[in-house]
């Protein structure tokens, strides 16, 4: 991975095409992986802009939930530095952006639960 790539997981919108579009300018290719030892739940969301560009008033948000056998699904995309600050924008502020270990051992961004 050159030194400008990072690795990004995502469960949620940032799937999508259309996010794709409206936040990086492309559509990105990704594999499939999953998160181990967290749980995910629905959050509603608030901000218009994130709603328009999603299409949906509530998106998924992961939190830890101190059992290993849990895990989320999603999808693992090589970024770069420059997309991921542009993730960064989309998230509102009840996500935060952590390090994980993923099942495929990949460490990778993830947005958890504020």
Do not use: N
Not at 50 to 71: C, M, N, Q, W, Y
């Amino acid at each position: 991975m050159a030194d400008d790539r990072v690795l990004l997981f995502s469960y949620g919108t940032l799937q999508q095409e259309t996010v794709q579009l409206a936040s990086f300018g492309r559509r990105l290719a990704g594999r499939a992986d999953a998160l181990p030892g967290y749980r995910c739940d629905m959050l509603e969301i608030t901000d218009p802009e994130v709603i328009l560009t999603s299409g949906k008033r509530f998106h998924p948000v992961v939190s830890e939930s101190g059992d290993p056998a849990d895990e989320v699904a999603g999808t693992l995309f090589e970024i770069t530095r420059q997309e991921l600050a542009a993730a960064d924008s989309y998230e509102v502020a009840d996500y935060r952006r952590v390090m994980v270990r993923l099942r495929s051992g990949a460490d990778a961004w993830v947005y958890v639960k504020a």
